[in-house]
């Protein structure tokens, strides 16, 4: 009994067992803490390492499903993947972040932040303070983040019909899957966003674009619908596919007689009653079409089933219906359409319909697929993103392309200023970092020169994805910079025979930069404040 656990007493003298189970814990303290920590957190980010820039590799993850996907997207792929290590964990978060924030930068980040890690491990072995290394890194990424500040540049996004905001989508695009048709889809992304955006208070409501994707086709075939696309079709084959000048009746409520909530029985005993019964249910939905038809609706979306009997009836009284729409699809269709959403029958009245000037059912190839289609909406705000793909997993990487374009674009509309990609600004940022750290007395100007050098992993890995000499290409691209004081030189990863990225018009927006620099650096400092872990022993 004293081996597994000790009696004690509370204030009130009440007895009660203290368990001892330390004895099933693991527990790592001080330098080797650090070191598990870096270790684990350094190996996720080496796996996105060669997925960044426009000549990165793609991922293939299978799921234990067999479901399979492709990507280079950071974000997705350590979504998909099962990291168990409690540390490496935070680099996932990391990338969520990254995506919800900004939505494009989440391979970078990781990187980023890895590179942190490694060069941190060095001063720790070195014998510097983990809290030193971290005020050090904060000293330094404030540094970086006024240079980027300095060196960004803003620009007009109404200019030349919109082409700085295409070249900025094109440069999230680069790296893509689809960057074969990366200048159709950074229009449509731009053209979304435009049609969406209120420009009085910068903002991009994402509500309004809807990303609907159907295999098929090619990626040529990507269209922006101004309306809603609806992964539905007509209910009933003899009802008309196509409605113009359509006023919609939204319902949420079923097509059906009311069932009452308590358990109830029926005993019917004769044939009468059984028909007496058939027709009262039959007069419910004979009432239930007439009230949708006074109204003056000539189509109804039904967020739930009807049964043969009321899609019949519907027919008869040349009403076409669509059921089982979605609750999200339910919301942007009103929204749309200018409708109100119609709870129960006894409500529906004429100012509550949605109109549209044509609504039609469109089918694709041989297949039996369809799709409905609302177009010239009461609020043309709306729109609606249509990708087509020869398999599920392009149409799933295209439809992760364009949100990450969106991003981009709306990013551009809140702030419209730009850096230039290539790995320009960590060149620049470097410098600024090693300038600033000559000027601090401290220990912290060793953790801004690793900073600094952290820096140089992304147009490092820039150059190695290309195929290029890391460290001759980022020698010659530092010297340039340096040499010009011009700040725009970095990598040709396409081999375009130019260094200015100002020149090759590889945009990137400022947020995202900055966003990258600091949620990297807090991260960083989050793991280096770890000094002893305290975990199940089966899970070690």
């Not at 060095?122 to 303070?129: Q, W």
């Not at 609020?379 to 249509?386: G, L, P, Q």
Request: glycine share 6%.
């Amino acid at each position: 009994m004293n081996n597994q656990a000790m009696l004690a007493y509370d204030e009130f003298g009440r007895p009660f067992l203290i368990i001892k189970d330390q004895g099933e814990k693991k527990r790592v303290k001080g330098p080797e803490a650090y070191k598990a920590n870096i270790l684990a957190a350094r190996t996720v980010a080496n796996i996105l390492r060669s997925s960044l820039g426009p000549r990165g590799m793609d991922k293939m993850l299978v799921s234990p499903d067999g479901d399979i996907t492709v990507t280079n997207d950071g974000a997705t792929i350590l979504e998909q993947m099962e990291v168990e290590h409690q540390t490496a964990r935070l680099l996932v978060e990391l990338s969520k972040s990254q995506d919800n924030e900004i939505g494009d930068g989440t391979t970078g980040v990781v990187v980023m932040a890895g590179a942190l890690l490694e060069q941190a491990q060095i001063l720790l072995d070195k014998g510097l303070h983990p809290m030193k290394v971290a005020d050090g890194f904060e000293r330094a990424c404030q540094a970086a983040v006024a240079r980027c500040q300095e060196i960004a540049q803003p620009i007009d996004i109404f200019e030349n019909n919109h082409e700085q905001l295409i070249r900025a989508a094109i440069t999230s695009l680069g790296s893509k899957v689809v960057s074969n048709h990366q200048r159709a889809l950074a229009q449509i992304a731009v053209d979304a966003v435009l049609a969406v955006a209120d420009m009085e208070r910068k903002d991009v409501n994402f509500d309004l674009i809807k990303v609907e994707g159907k295999t098929g086709g090619t990626l040529a075939d990507t269209q922006l619908v101004r309306g809603i696309v609806v992964d539905k079709d007509i209910s009933h084959p003899q009802m008309v596919k196509e409605i113009r000048d359509a006023k919609i009746c939204i319902l949420t409520c079923p097509f059906e007689p009311p069932k009452p909530k308590t358990k109830h029985k029926l005993d019917i005993k004769t044939a009468e009653d059984y028909k007496k019964l058939q027709a009262q249910e039959k007069q419910y939905f004979i009432d239930m079409v007439q009230k949708v038809k006074e109204s003056g609706a000539n189509l109804v979306i039904c967020q739930w089933g009807f049964d043969d009997e009321a899609n019949h009836l519907l027919m008869q009284n040349q009403l076409p219906a669509v059921r089982w729409v979605g609750g999200v699809e339910i919301e942007l269709i009103a929204i749309a359409t200018g409708g109100r959403i119609i709870p129960r029958f006894q409500e529906i009245d004429s100012s509550k319909l949605g109109s549209a000037g044509l609504v039609k059912e469109v089918g694709f190839g041989t297949t039996k697929d369809k799709m409905i289609v609302i177009e010239e909406c009461a609020n043309s705000r709306a729109v609606t993103v249509f990708v087509r793909g020869g398999n599920k997993m392009i149409v799933d990487e295209a439809k992760r392309c364009i949100h990450d374009a969106v991003c981009v674009v709306r990013n551009l509309v809140r702030d419209n200023r730009v850096v230039f990609g290539g790995g320009s600004v960590e060149v620049a940022c470097g410098l600024a970092v090693h300038n600033a750290a000559d000027k601090v007395s401290t220990l912290e100007q060793y953790a801004m020169r690793a900073f600094a050098d952290a820096l140089d992993v992304i147009p490092t890995a820039l150059a190695e994805n290309s195929g290029l000499s890391s460290i001759d290409t980022l020698a010659a691209v530092r010297a340039m910079q340096v040499q010009q004081n011009y700040p725009y030189f970095g990598i040709d990863c396409l081999m375009k025979g130019s260094n200015d990225m100002r020149e090759q018009l590889v945009y990137e927006t400022l947020s995202s930069k900055v966003q990258q620099l600091q949620l990297a650096t807090q991260v960083v400092k989050m793991i280096l404040k770890i000094d002893d872990i305290i975990s199940p022993a089966e899970c070690c």
